[in-house]
């Protein structure tokens, strides 16, 4: 695949700006003759038409690296920009040409467009999945007025499943922002008066250390276990905001042993890491649930510190499949949305057959 500059480098941006329209896709169908099998069909060039300068720049990112980056992506394709213009042939003209698509909506959205949302949307359109749709779609508006979005495909399934279903389960390596997404879901709810409360809670399983030689009670022992917990909330209502939700109780952190006996009625309620629960400790927590209320599990099985490794989360789905109103959404390392070495480093692991903590 060959990347061609065109004549707009020459004269970056106009002083005037251009009306904004959608962006004008021309495909054109080339049939080409074949004396011993008749007419074959190769692959339609296509053109698309940028409205304005400022798009075209935003579009093929500085120094052109965004567009560097679709050229490494799709092995058979030459793209030439000319002007507000970009052509694309080869036998991968069709794909590339609908992410370029699918990056003006973006653009014209108000999104910008970065390495890694532009390597996420590639990801996308070769899934046959919309990034325009995936990337837009808004979750809550943060205390800071910050849009949190699923940033996958396999986010999207996830809080798409989260708000259609009784109880998700989400399975997935490290990264991929379960709980994240999850706490951000329930403080949309909360808003929403769909619930009149949110629980978050994990089991208090030590990851190679001993819980009974750090100091204080039991809540202080078993908070630094928590914690994760307590930052999702903080970073999406702003620390002022969770500690009032935390001090009225309508928002409550605790360890799964303090669910036991408990009806959990119009709650949104979050089993995280649940990996590191007991088949029997699954089942109580997943007989506390209530009217009208909501239930998430996440967890990653390639990182169980349960003693004896009697995860309640492995072997789930088995036992579960057949009951209405429950969905399993398995995310993978393509959803990781931390530093790309995170990625990387799952699939390291992945590869070797061991686990990571994390």
Known sequence: MSLVAGEWVGHQVESRSQPASPARVER???????????ADEVAAPVEIVVPGNRLMIDLVGQGDELLRQVEKAFADVRIMVRGNQITIEGSDAARAGRLFEELLKLLERGHGLDTANVGRSIEMIKEDVSPSEVLSTEVLRSARGRSVRPKTAGQKRYTDAIKANVVTVGIGPAGTGKSYLAVALALQFLQAKEVNRIILTRPAVEAGERLGFLPGDLMAKV????????????????IDGAQRLLDRGVVEVAPLAFMRGRTLSSSFIILDEAQNTTPEQMKMFLTRIGFHSK????GDITQIDVAGGRSGLVGLEEVLRDVDGIAFVRLSRQDVVRHRIVADIVSAYEQAGLKGDG
Not at 28 to 38: E, I, N, P, T, W
Not at 295 to 298: I, K, R
């Open 28 to 38: 054109v169908l080339l049939v080409v003759a074949d004396l011993s099998s008749g």
């Open 223 to 238: 908070d630094p276990y928590l914690r994760p917990l307590y930052d999702a909330l903080y970073d999406l209502a702003d």
């Open 295 to 298: 239930v998430v599990v996440t």
